[in-house]
């Protein structure tokens, strides 16, 4: 299966001297084409640090990135920003609305801001998707935690991206709404076509995906296919400050 972006060897650090921390170290992974990851550790773990620098937001110490067959660290910082504008769509746990826009404004807003008319049809269809066509007159500060974050889902997949980062997009809801979120990153995968990258601490969220990625101390560490909250769970518990045995499940 094709990947939809990936990285190899994968290093990022922070600091220098007695400070530095290695946030990556070594990491070498590919996030497969129309399918959704989960990625998830504990603490520390490396796990945003992943997705940040998969997603071109972040850059790596060493090693190398690519979205498709583009690699990232061949491009430049405008390069980059067209980039994430053009075939990425971003939802993170703050939802991260404009407060005195629409909800349709704010689902159209990278289009907008990159001068690019919106598809209709594919617009009119993500809107009935996420339940939202009675709610598009609203401002944020108008609708449940809930339904911001399905605005803020509907405004990654605006654009048609190849590929939805989502930092723990539930982080913030309770378990009915984030329920609806996760199960609109699903029909995005089912329906859309789209591939979907999620970082999550949830067990539960993490069993809506195909693939579940288990970092620790920086490091790959396990893969499960299939998941189930269960297994996930019991995989968690783990983690008990020594590095897991690698190999598959």
């Not at 530095?20 to 603490?43: H, I, K, N, Q, Y």
């Not at 990654?156 to 996760?182: C, H, I, K, W």
């Not at 560490?221 to 045995?245: E, I, N, S, Y």
Request: net charge negative; hydrophobic share 45%.
């Amino acid at each position: 299966m094709s990947a939809a972006a990936r990285v190899e060897d994968a290093v990022k650090e922070y600091g220098a001297g007695e400070t530095r921390v290695r946030a990556l170290d070594g990491v070498s992974v590919e996030f497969a084409a129309a399918r959704f990851t989960a990625v998830m550790g504990p603490s520390g773990s490396g796990k945003s640090t992943l997705m940040h620098c998969a997603a071109g937001l972040d850059t790596l110490s060493g090693g190398r990135a690519w979205l498709g067959d583009t690699e990232l660290s061949a491009l430049g910082d405008r390069e980059l920003t067209l980039l994430r504008r053009e075939r990425l769509g971003f939802v993170f746990q703050a939802f991260n609305l404009v407060p005195t826009l629409t909800v349709r404004e704010n689902i159209t807003l990278p289009l907008d801001l990159g001068g690019t008319a919106p598809d209709h049809d594919w617009l009119d269809a993500l809107i009935d998707v996420v339940g939202l066509g009675d709610r598009l007159h609203h401002r944020p500060g108008q609708l449940s935690g809930g339904q911001q974050q399905r605005v803020a889902v509907a405004r990654a997949l605006a654009g048609r991206p190849q590929v939805v980062f989502a930092d723990e997009p539930t982080g913030n809801l309770d378990s009915r709404s984030g329920g609806e979120v996760l199960g609109l990153l699903r029909s995005a995968v089912d329906t859309m076509h789209r591939s979907v990258v999620m970082v999550t601490h949830d067990p539960a969220a993490a069993a809506y995906a195909d693939t579940v990625l288990f970092l620790a101390d920086g490091r790959l560490v396990d893969t499960m296919q299939q998941p189930t909250a269960a297994r996930v769970l019991d995989r968690m518990k783990a983690f008990d400050g020594r590095r897991a045995p690698a190999g598959a499940r």
